[in-house]
């Protein structure tokens, strides 16, 4: 399956798991759901396209609308490591890197660039990654690794 093709799957899937499904049992299988989970996955091509498109801002708005529908929450937004390995965590962390956090943990660091911690410490180290004055590394400098590799260089 192609990486778009993931990406609007993941999106639909979370769409129906997150909001169209809790909707059908709070309205007993009404079939306005039905034209609903259409209508998602369309526009789930549509986002997909946005997000992977050239204009930064539309797919950085694009991401800020999915993530505080589909991840509603008291606190910040917050993945676990393995969320970065996802289609859609993989085209968050190359388009705006950690949505929410100027300074990121190694973990974090290697689970969105797809390396180990001690990874992550070993390109500190060797000033491949920057350090945060706060600890951890800056997440714009994650975000900018994975756009240099994605374009290539490294």
Excluded: C, K, N
């Amino acid at each position: 399956m192609a990486r778009d093709d993931a990406l609007v799957e993941q999106i639909a899937r979370l769409l129906d798991v997150r909001l169209l499904d809790p909707l059908e049992i709070l309205l007993e299988g009404d079939d306005a759901v039905d034209a609903l989970r259409q209508l998602a996955r369309l526009r789930a091509r549509g986002w997909a396209a946005t997000i992977g498109g050239d204009d930064d801002t539309a797919a950085t708005m694009a991401l800020a609308r999915l993530i505080a529908a589909l991840y509603p929450a008291d606190g910040p937004f917050d993945p676990p490591a393995d969320w970065w390995a996802t289609p859609l965590g993989q085209v968050v962390a190359r388009r705006v890197g950690h949505p929410w956090a100027e300074s990121i943990s190694y973990a974090t660091a290697g689970a969105m660039l797809g390396i180990t911690r001690q990874g992550v410490h070993d390109l500190v180290r060797r000033g491949r990654l920057p350090r945060h004055p706060d600890g951890g590394v800056p997440s714009v400098a994650v975000r900018d690794r994975l756009r240099a590799s994605s374009d290539g260089g490294l």
